[in-house]
């Protein structure tokens, strides 16, 4: 069991590598940062949680498998990018996979270190998202997770199964499952049907001129 | 007198959550970037000084009001963005009083965990200011503190009455609110009168040269 | 001996500030900006090294010496600007040594604090180009050591030479030169002969439409 977990989080930590290092090799980064966009993509939400958490080391730092799963995608990408571009719905699938992975492991270990419930369940969020968070700041973009298609709520639904099952004292592997069943089942089925979140009436302010507000 | 300070500190969650709420409705973020930008506004400045002093979970984490306060602001921006901005002079006076309010709370909260005089009061001031920073990063934008009016500096100085009341020896509650005074007042004025800070003189570089050399 | 690392140390965090502070002045940053930047540019790789082992409070907090330097980097660049300026192939030798110390020092005290030699040979480059990442990132630009000449690289030597010398048990302070003085060889030669790193073929995409597509 442990070992299938544990793979089961590689593999997440190497798709997440994998969207790091394309959307790097995309911005004619070198090698470096190619590399490093994979490690940040696929590591940081899962940093920036053990940080919070107080679990100093984060596991990621500690445990070299995440970063040598981590290297080799950003390798794969820097030599084959257009091969896996042409893979691109393999790549939408593995996605939602490490999230609903992360989202679940994260929960878990949250409420592991005894935070509140729906703390765990908005850290389980985190440990999904934050890699790509990260990432597209680095790129100097605004984070794609704030205006794309339902991705975030995927990954806290999938959590909060796994929170209220914890709660309930529900026996822990088959919750988990479920919580990281409804996250890739929800993710996939806004994939298809391109379910979106709404966004706010602010009619007046087009997105260059709100930039433009901000920086005077 | 517990109620009140955390009365007064869930009150500057609040505003700063409506900062960053406003700003992600006005790059038109979805509903979940909304409430993020929320949160982030609002507590990032405490959880970067809890991370660094070593205070983990960081409050804003473990304590579930100052999640559900940040969220409340952005349902309210999200749904009444006209109203709110139609109240701007009165957004501004509840911003400069959660400025005073975090770099107080902020600058207490570091001499307990026993940091020096100086560094107290910068993280008096990283509480105030480290949440619209956030808010600027993740939008991609320069945060707006590092070239608008006095509003760090303020912050700085209602932390470093907290400090020097502290090495003084002086009751606390009396040097919280000096504190909190001068950096509300201090921020008031320089709004009404417009007061800037300095910019260096580099004649010869326009901001877009800037940004291009960077980016070569 | 001790006193020859904290002075090493030191001048390297004001070159690092020097950094910091001239990016700041060129985005023509207000003087608190300015300084921020400053303090930023030559203490997030150590700040952050320091959190992720659970080292807090971090150094560059803890000790107001880093600060000060930091600071006095910072007014120098505010006042004296184009004088600096002149001195840019000085700048460029000063950076040199303190990517040299930092990368050296860093991955020392992650050996001492019990992490694995690959993590800590990373966490050494970290805290030779954190600051920089910093840096770029506040002024929302895509960290120049993602893209150009043999940077982080030097460091990752300098540092890998530290760990070696830890995993064979040779004694610290030759290692530590050697570290020091392979790191500053690579960037010079770096410097002087233009090396720079392969970037990915993805023929078909330019900078701009990269950005574009993330923004969708």
Redesign the interface.
Known sequence: MKTLVLTLDLIGTFVFALSGAT????????????L??SFVAANSGG?VRD????A???AA??D?RY?AVSMLAGVA???W??VIQRMHNAVLWFDAAGLALFCVAGAQKALV?G??P??AA??GMLTGIGGG?AR?????????????DIY??AALAGASVVVIGDALQLPTTPTALAGAALCFGLRLAAIRYGW???????PE?D?ND??G???R
């Open positions: 959307a790097g090799a995309r911005r004619r980064l070198d090698i470096f940062g190619v490093v966009l940093i940080v919070l958490i107080g100093t080391p984060p730092i500690s070299w970063l990408i820097f030599f990018y257009p270190f935070l509140e729906i703390m908005l850290l968070v597209d700041v680095l790129l100097s973009n605004v984070p794609a997770v704030f205006r794309s975030a709520v979106h979140l709404p966004t706010a009436r602010t302010v997105e709100g930039a507000n901000q920086e």
